[in-house]
């Protein structure tokens, strides 16, 4: 039985496509994007996060609730013993403060369609449907396609919000599968990217034109980050190269905001962007004339 690492399910979501849908977000992902929102996705194996100011000092309820012995106080911190925890979140769950959470569980995809056949009927009214997103969600392919293919089977809409970066192969597997993908295109310039992402745009834009190429359904989706890919001539560069691939005729400007400051601290992440202010509408507004001119459908946000 396959399984997957999943970190989150967000219900009644309505900026991940359209309608009212079911996000999936799987662990992992091989871009360390400075402006990334979700950096709690980017490890694919589960870890604990600890807030000390949520934590009750007399309290040993996450403690007795592991099943492992994995779980001790040290001085004022809560200590994981890697080598004993299972990582099945018992110590969390039993965490009367959320002072201790676990993210990313092992979940098979029968688990997952569970939680996805409970919001079937807004599904239905709002021609909504399930995304998947992450993290990258490639990066669990098998996984992937094996609750794509449930989907389909239950006549539920879906789609991959994927930033492109894997081999072709994954996506023959499951193009036919998906009727959208929400594609993450950062910029053109590969040294810029290679700088702000850790890998090289070569891969992500042949993958664009090839799924285009063949006929997907695809929505550009374009982070405007302060200081990063925030000019007319990278918005134009940008521009340029999707019009190239046919079967995009929507575009998304989703403007960078800072509300994943806090977890960047939880997790001891360094951010790059740590004090970059949240990029005002009215700065991205100017963008979009650029991608009508090449004649796109935009829209600000998700």
């Known amino acids: 039985m396959i399984k997957g690492i999943v970190f989150d399910i967000k219900r009644f979501a309505i900026h991940d496509g359209p309608g009212i849908r079911t996000t999936v977000f799987l662990k992992g992902c091989p871009l360390e994007c400075w402006w990334c929102h979700n950096p709690e996705g ?24 592991c099943p492992h012995k994995a779980v001790s106080r040290v001085q004022s911190r809560i200590a994981i013993d890697l080598n004993r925890c299972c ?9 009367p403060t959320e002072a201790l959470e676990l993210i990313g569980r092992e979940m098979t995809a029968d688990q997952v369609m569970d939680e996805i056949n409970k919001d079937r009927i807004f599904f239905e009214e709002s021609r909504g ?46 193009q036919d599968k998906v009727n959208l993908f929400l594609y993450d295109v950062k910029m053109i310039n590969g040294k810029k990217h290679k700088k702000t992402t850790g890998v090289s745009v070569t891969l992500i834009l042949d993958n664009l034109k090839k799924l285009s190429g063949n006929g997907s359904n695809i929505e550009a989706r374009i982070p405007v980050v302060p200081g990063v890919n925030n000019t007319m001539k990278d918005m134009m560069e940008i521009a340029e190269y999707l019009d190239h691939c046919k079967t995009i005729e929507k575009v998304s400007l989703l403007p960078y905001h800072n509300t994943a400051d806090h977890k960047y601290k939880n997790l001891h992440m360094s951010s790059k962007l740590d004090g970059t202010k949240t990029l005002e509408v009215k700065k991205v507004k100017k963008f979009v004339r650029v991608f009508e001119d090449f004649g796109f459908r935009v829209k600000i946000g998700g």
């Not at 996060?49 to 009750?56: S, T, Y």
């Not at 990582?87 to 965490?95: E, K, Q, R, T, Y």
């Not at 089977?153 to 023959?172: K, M």
């Open 42 to 65: 980017q490890k694919q194996e589960p870890e604990h996060v600890f807030r000390p100011e949520r934590c009750l000092m007399d309290c040993t309820d996450c403690i007795r609730g």
């Open 87 to 95: 990582f099945l979140g018992d110590c969390a769950d039993n965490c």
């Open 129 to 174: 449907g399930v995304t998947f997103s992450g993290g990258e969600p490639l990066m669990q392919p098998e996984f992937l396609n094996v609750l794509l293919e449930k989907c389909r089977a239950n006549n539920i809409h879906t789609a991959v919000d994927t930033s492109g970066y894997a081999p072709y192969e994954v996506f023959l597997k499951i």
